[in-house]
């Protein structure tokens, strides 16, 4: 990963390195699309990655009244993107397509992963038991796993719910048996 210095896309998009090793070449979003060179090719700039003077003249000769623009959303965003923890490489956000498709790694659980899930889902939302044995619930979970999971009845929801209870119960009582002091308020 190169920590080529950040540049703010509004004024220059990212082309890719120059053939001058340490520096990138960029497309000045300010000049007229399509602007080519004496040789015929599209202008593009090549700036230092550790410097932004040759953007900077490029703005002072042509752009005069954006250089100031441009060192502040270069200051901001690229805050914004240290915080982020983005790679300074160029590579941008995703987009939904490539998310959704199969580069993503799939995430493989059990059916009992699951049922811990749907038992979380449930108290931690307060939701009724019978929730999970509505049609909207169930087309859910099938909708997301492709029907990869049974989904259980409230009757064995009702059950672990009370198995949890009592293993949370016990595991006080093993708490408490080794304490010699409670402070009651404190709960
Ligand atoms: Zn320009």
Same mark, same amino acid.
Do not use: W
């Given at each position: 990963?190169?920590?080529?210095?950040?540049?703010?896309?509004?004024?220059?998009?990212?082309?890719?390195?120059?053939?001058?090793?340490?520096?990138?070449?960029?497309?000045?979003?300010?000049?007229?699309?399509?602007?080519?060179? @004496?040789?015929?090719?599209?202008?593009? %700039?090549?700036? +230092?990655?550790? $410097?932004?003077?040759?953007?900077?003249?490029? /703005?002072? &000769?042509?752009?005069?009244?954006?250089?100031?623009?441009?060192?502040?959303?270069?200051?901001?965003?690229? @805050?914004?993107?240290?915080?982020?923890? %983005?790679?300074? +490489?160029?590579? $941008?956000?995703?987009?939904?397509?490539?998310? /959704?498709? &199969?580069?993503?790694?799939?995430?493989?659980?059990?059916?009992?992963?699951?049922?811990?899930?749907?038992?979380?889902?449930?108290?931690?939302?307060? %939701?009724?038991?019978?929730?999970?044995?509505?049609?909207?619930?169930?087309?859910?979970?099938?909708?997301?796993?492709?029907?990869?999971?049974?989904?259980?009845?409230?009757?064995?929801?009702?059950?672990?719910?009370?198995?949890?209870?009592?293993?949370?119960?016990?595991?006080?009582?093993?708490?408490?048996?080794?304490?010699?002091?409670?402070?009651?308020?404190?709960?």
């Amino acid at each position: 990963m190169t920590s080529r210095m950040f540049v703010c896309e509004t004024f220059f998009k990212y082309r890719g390195p120059a053939s001058k090793s340490g520096n990138s070449l960029f497309q000045c979003m300010k000049c007229p699309p399509n602007v080519l060179n @004496k040789e015929g090719k599209e202008a593009l %700039l090549s700036c +230092s990655d550790v $410097s932004r003077n040759n953007l900077k003249k490029h /703005l002072k &000769s042509k752009h005069a009244g954006l250089v100031d623009a441009f060192e502040e959303a270069c200051k901001t965003s690229g @805050k914004k993107r240290n915080a982020n923890c %983005l790679d300074e +490489s160029g590579s $941008s956000q995703p987009t939904i397509r490539e998310s /959704l498709s &199969s580069k993503r790694q799939k995430t493989i659980i059990s059916q009992t992963q699951f049922d811990e899930l749907v038992l979380d889902y449930i108290i931690g939302s307060l %939701l009724p038991i019978r929730h999970v044995d509505t049609p909207q619930f169930i087309e859910y979970s099938n909708g997301i796993s492709s029907g990869n999971f049974k989904i259980m009845c409230r009757q064995t929801l009702a059950k672990k719910i009370d198995d949890r209870f009592q293993t949370s119960k016990q595991a006080l009582i093993d708490i408490l048996k080794k304490t010699s002091a409670v402070c009651t308020t404190a709960f």
